[in-house]
């Protein structure tokens, strides 16, 4: 009966490692950590930047608009322009 179990001390390559011990850090983690650290400090370095900005940097002007397009404007909207 011994005999029918004569290949239990052969263990094929592939179940080797559930007996083996740590061997490291997986690459695909590695890089995934990585890119994904790096992403992150993208987005927080760009939130980051976008409210300074909008602290320190003044509102835009706005363009003054010329009499011809405010007298259109006007029309437009069905009030006369003063002095018709």
Do not use: H, W
């Amino acid at each position: 009966m011994a005999d029918d179990f004569e290949f239990a001390d052969k263990v094929p390559p592939s179940f080797d490692r559930v007996n083996a011990g740590s061997q490291g850090f997986n690459p695909g983690l590695i890089v995934l950590l990585v890119v994904g650290g790096l992403l992150l400090t993208f987005l927080i370095g760009n939130y980051a930047l976008y409210m300074y900005a909008q602290k320190t940097i003044p509102p835009r002007k706005k363009k003054p608009i010329s009499k011809k397009k405010m007298k259109k404007e006007r029309l437009r909207q069905g009030v006369s322009a003063p002095g018709e």
